[in-house]
């Protein structure tokens, strides 16, 4: 263990990534970059982590700011219910803590939306506290590295994971240790035609010694995305506003977006609209289709446009212009959709 801690540790200070969550110690932007990673790209990351930090700097910043503003900087970055949860947590720790991430892993973990990944990072980056985590590439290089071959998800896999991941933290610079597994999994431990021969661990490593690198780690199984049919009205005022509602029970839940429901035709979206009390005439026919695939369904997504027929914007409705989207916290299919009836933050600045 502690020649690959070793060798892990070397490995890393000559070959990791120059990424901007790597030049600090602050536990409150280290909690944004985790969050941020969290199922998405680092290319798609970085697109986002410093604008968002230029934003709201600190925790008393991000926690002043309403939800649209937080909602509004995470738009198109997807999962969006990661971002309240770190807003919901970023206010817990101004409230408790006087602003400063706790050091305690108890009272980190307590933190809405910090669970055990999230708290091992804050944990062994930004305290240097032997505290392991597993996220996807970490969980593939142990499973290679250790022979795991029960199937990701399943308790006992996760236990022996965890449990490896926790003997390996331990020692020097935790923190870097982390960070080394997370990297080693994401440039050369990959899915596919992993590069073993960059790998400073193959010695050790009882996958290579079997043969089993392609079979390993086990994946679990996956269900296929659920098919859902839905209609989207894009209800436009006098002014060419579009109505846009929010509700906690919608698709994309605190963000805006147009009236939607279940269906398929144009019974459904009057129906979309009379559910927000929006009163406007429909065109006979969709103006388009779109399909937008999420992690469990596959939305196939009949796009009407209508007028609105008298001032009666609907309860909770608000009537939003080109001009205010870049304040508003809209997912990529609201988008996507407004972009069918020419509304957009491009129309408008050209």
């Given amino acids: 263990m502690t020649e690959e801690r070793a060798a892990l540790l070397a490995w890393f200070d000559a070959n990791a990534r120059d990424l901007p969550w790597r030049r600090t110690r602050d536990p409150y932007a280290i909690w944004v970059s985790e969050v941020m990673l969290q199922q998405t790209r680092v290319e798609t990351v970085l697109r986002y982590y410093e604008r968002f930090l230029t934003r709201f700097p600190d925790a008393h910043a991000l926690a002043k700011a309403s939800e649209d503003d937080v909602l509004s900087m995470w738009s198109g970055l997807g999962y969006y219910r990661r971002a309240r949860l770190l807003h919901a947590g970023v206010r817990e720790v101004v409230a408790s803590y006087g602003g400063r991430v706790p050091e305690d892993a108890t009272s980190r973990r307590a933190l809405p939306g910090v669970g055990r990944y999230t708290a091992g990072a804050i944990g062994s980056i930004a305290f240097e506290r032997e505290e392991p985590l597993v996220d996807g590439n970490v969980a593939r290089v142990l499973s290679r590295l250790r022979g795991i071959d029960t199937p990701l998800g399943r308790r006992d896999t996760e236990a022996r994971l965890w449990d490896e991941a926790e003997k390996m933290v331990r ?12 990297e080693l999994g ?34 679990k199984a996956r269900r296929a995305p659920r098919e859902v049919a839905m209609v989207a009205v894009v209800a436009r005022d006098a002014q060419g506003r579009a109505m846009m509602v929010r509700g906690e029970k919608a698709l994309f839940g605190g963000l805006w977006g147009v009236p939607m429901r279940e269906g398929s035709d144009a019974k459904d979206a009057r129906a979309a609209l009379r559910e927000h009390g929006i009163d406007a005439r429909l065109t006979r026919e969709p103006a388009g289709r779109i399909e ?39 997912s990529t299919l609201t988008r996507r959709i407004l972009e069918m009836s020419d509304l957009t933050i491009s129309r408008f600045q050209r």
């Fill in 171 to 182: 020692g020097p610079r935790p923190g870097a240790l982390n960070q080394a597994l997370m």
């Fill in 186 to 219: 994401a440039t050369v431990c990959t899915p596919s035609s992993p590069k073993c021969l960059s790998c400073p661990i193959t010695r050790s490593c009882v996958a290579l010694a079997s043969d089993r690198t392609d079979v390993l780690p086990v994946a």
């Fill in 292 to 330: 937008h695939v999420l992690t469990h369904r596959r939305l196939d997504v009949q796009v009407f446009v209508a007028r609105l027929s008298s001032a009666n914007a609907g309860t909770g409705a608000r009537a939003v212009g080109a001009s205010d989207l870049a304040s508003l916290g809209v």
